[in-house]
């Protein structure tokens, strides 16, 4: 049974960072590619990031392109999301989410591409 659980939400301010954590089991993690995802109060689940089994690839949606930073490190079998000035916009529950496939490439941007998804984790933004 493939798990994942996410970690490191809070409140936080404006202009601050916080760094999200992914555990996984069940899968050979580095087999895998895996996304993030948010989806905020009232608004569909939207990606925001993706990474490749290796790590050698990452992929951003545009809002977070030079804040946010998708990496994995397999030996612990964990996907991170480092967060850095953060907005009120980026108010929403992160998910993390694992690949349909073993070493799949093509889309990462929609929900279809996973088959897992964690419990999420509440990232609230104040200005």
């Known amino acids: 049974q493939v798990q994942l659980v996410e970690s490191g939400g809070g409140l936080v301010q404006a202009g601050d960072s916080l760094r999200l954590s992914c555990a996984a089991s069940?899968?050979?993690?580095?087999?895998?590619?895996m996304g993030w995802f948010r989806q905020a109060p009232g608004k569909e689940r939207e990606f925001v990031a993706g990474?490749?089994?290796?790590?050698?690839?990452?992929y951003y949606v545009d809002f977070v392109k030079g804040r946010f930073t998708i990496s994995r490190d397999n030996a612990k079998n964990t996907l991170y999301l480092q967060m850095n000035s953060l907005k009120p916009e980026d108010t929403a529950i992160y998910y993390c989410?694992?690949?349909?496939?073993?070493?799949?490439?093509?889309?990462?941007?929609?929900?279809?591409?996973?088959?897992?998804w964690g419990q999420g984790t509440q990232v609230t933004v104040s200005s």
């Open positions: 990474i490749s089994w290796g790590g050698t690839n990452t």
């Open positions: 989410a694992i690949k349909r496939r073993a070493y799949a490439s093509g889309s990462y941007y929609s929900r279809g591409d996973y088959d897992y």
């Open positions: 069940g899968r050979t993690f580095s087999s895998y590619a």
